[in-house]
């Protein structure tokens, strides 16, 4: 028996146990919104039936809309929704290195946007588990040779992580399934041992369990001979046969392939909380309020029916035009006759109307719409969505710092390694990259910034009417610029500050010569007047030995 393959499948019984008291609340949550991950407390068969006890399908909506919410505003794949910057304000105005950013965020943009990679198909499905569950497991996965990662949305039921010390998490094992023929496929025939060997032979359909286990390599060349668990790499990767207790492969990765992004958290808890958890009293409402609400529809569309108990009745015709003889007595009195409770299907309607809003504001479905009445302002509605991000802030946030911060740093360091990257100017050795998101959500949260300057200026307006020295206060270029970045205005349409300051000199002496060519112009205009007119009074009498005056007084002033 492999040590280390034991040791690992006793730590992930370990971590399983851990989140044991999870599983059953992830359970409830997936048969009432999202049955199709639903696979928690026990397998379900392929095909089978996950919605037979859902009546309203408002929860699953919810959960799509903002999923679609956050995949359109957050990493929309027809936006840029990041780009690459340096926190030195006048190096990221260098043009070269400002080029260089665009550049490289454009060829990072292009990985993310290749089909084979199907990024923004899975990042979908990571959001709806962030919406359900509150946590969502995401890997990427590089693809040898072929030069793009491999993006997945991993099910929650089948991961179990751990946190380091500073509460990132750091580990994760994945516990999965495969035939023995796809093991064969996988790992290759040498390394199948025991039962899986001989099933590869006799049984290549049979299912096996097996255990992907990403951790640091440190914890693994503990209890293996040190190098080779991680090929050298800071994180290792493990694949083993659970079934016979062996490692089918080793290897590592120089980046933590999985992203594992919490909703919210709460203290001293690993895993996170979602809003279908607090939804979920409303959602169960509201399933068995639409199932009450059914059942009175039914009764009131096809009442029971009440009869004297002791008559003798043929049974009763019920369809469109048919006629039940001995139905009325002598009198004419109907022996059958329906019973009406007084329903009121009206009540039960408006309660679950009632409902469907609390489990549509929980989802955040009004911010994820961005609109509000059709009369309102441009103003108002700026006010509205600021309002709105405020609680949508934090946990953007958290969607930042752990999955798209680590997602990006290593899609970067993949392309450098690959050589799919530019070569960085030499003003950008040693200098740390930082991700600047442009997004549209992101964008409107900067927005508020572009609001607060907009009013300012509004508001001393009319001050600098009666005391336009007041404006001096203002710096038209830093708030020009501010702008533009609150408004989210793209940096290759900004020219730096270098080169404005050339644009502004070049115009200064353009201006000096236009005025300095006018000045001549109206010199030479002013001499051709002159010339005229001591020839016009050169004409008369007198006249000559006048100008020869003028001339002789004008030589002795220059002279």
């Not at 040779?145 to 946190?163: D, I, K, M, N, Q």
């Not at 083993?240 to 980046?255: H, M, N, Q, S």
Request: proline content about 6%.
């Amino acid at each position: 028996m492999d040590d280390l393959a034991h040791e690992l499948v006793r730590r992930h019984g370990e971590l399983k146990a851990v989140r044991g008291t999870w599983e059953a609340h992830w359970q409830e949550l997936a048969d009432f919104v999202r049955p199709l991950r639903a696979d928690f407390t026990g397998p379900r068969s392929p095909g089978e039936k996950r919605s037979r006890e859902i009546y309203d399908g408002t929860p699953g909506q919810a959960v799509e809309g903002l999923a679609a919410g956050l995949w359109g505003m957050v990493t929309n794949a027809a936006n840029q929704w990041f780009a690459l910057t340096v926190d030195d304000p006048d190096l990221a105005g260098f043009q070269p290195v400002k080029e260089w950013l665009e550049l490289a965020a454009d060829h990072m943009r292009s990985l993310f946007a290749h089909n084979g990679g199907q990024f923004y198909a899975r990042v979908f499905e990571l959001y709806a588990d962030l919406a359900t569950f509150g946590t969502g497991v995401f890997y990427s996965e590089d693809v040898i040779g072929e030069g793009y990662l491999r993006f997945s949305t991993r099910p929650l039921a089948e991961t179990c992580v751990a946190e380091d010390d500073a509460g990132t998490v750091d580990t994760v094992f994945r516990s999965f399934q495969m035939t023995a023929r796809q093991a064969v496929q996988r790992f290759g025939d040498g390394q199948l041992e025991g039962k899986l060997r001989d099933a590869a032979e006799k049984q290549p359909d049979r299912a096996f369990p097996f255990l992907h286990a990403v951790l640091p390599a440190e914890e693994v060349d503990d209890k293996a001979e040190r190098g080779k668990a991680a090929r050298g790499k800071p994180w290792a990767s493990l694949y083993v046969d659970v079934t016979g207790r062996k490692v089918l492969r080793r290897g590592g990765f120089a980046e933590f392939p999985f992203q594992v992004p919490r909703w919210s958290t709460a203290a001293g808890e690993i895993y996170g909380r979602s809003p279908a958890m607090l939804a979920l009293a409303d959602v169960k409402m509201l399933n068995q309020m639409a199932r009450s609400t059914i059942e009175a529809a039914h009764k009131a569309v096809n009442p029971p029916l009440i009869a004297f108990d002791d008559g003798v009745y043929r049974p009763m015709r019920l369809y469109p035009g048919s006629v039940n003889f001995g139905g009325v007595n002598q009198d004419g009195r109907p022996l059958v006759q329906p019973l009406l409770t007084g329903t009121r299907v009206d009540i039960g309607l408006e309660m679950e109307e009632q409902r469907r809003g609390a489990i549509r504001e929980a989802f955040y479905f009004s911010l994820m719409q961005m609109v509000g009445r059709a009369d309102m302002t441009a103003t108002e509605v700026m006010a509205r969505q600021e309002e709105k991000l405020r609680l949508l802030g934090p946990h953007l946030g958290r969607l930042q710092a752990e999955f798209l911060d680590p997602l990006i740093d290593r899609v970067f360091a993949v392309m450098q390694r690959n050589r799919q990257l530019p070569e960085p100017p030499p003003e950008l050795e040693g200098r740390e990259l930082k991700v600047d998101y442009v997004s549209p959500l992101a964008k409107a949260q900067k927005a508020a910034d572009g609001q607060a300057m907009l009013r300012a200026l509004e508001s001393i307006a009319p001050l600098a009417q009666i005391a336009p020295t007041v404006m001096d206060n203002f710096d038209p270029d830093t708030l020009a610029r501010r702008l533009a970045e609150a408004w989210g205005a793209p940096a290759v349409i900004l020219r730096g500050e270098q080169e404005v300051a050339e644009l502004r000199q070049q115009r200064a002496e353009a201006q000096a010569a236009q005025q300095q060519m006018a000045m001549l112009q109206q010199a030479a205009q002013m001499a051709e007047q002159g010339a005229g007119a001591a020839q016009r009074l050169a004409a008369t009498e007198g006249g000559a030995e006048l100008v020869q005056g003028i001339a002789g007084a004008v030589g002795q002033a220059g002279a």
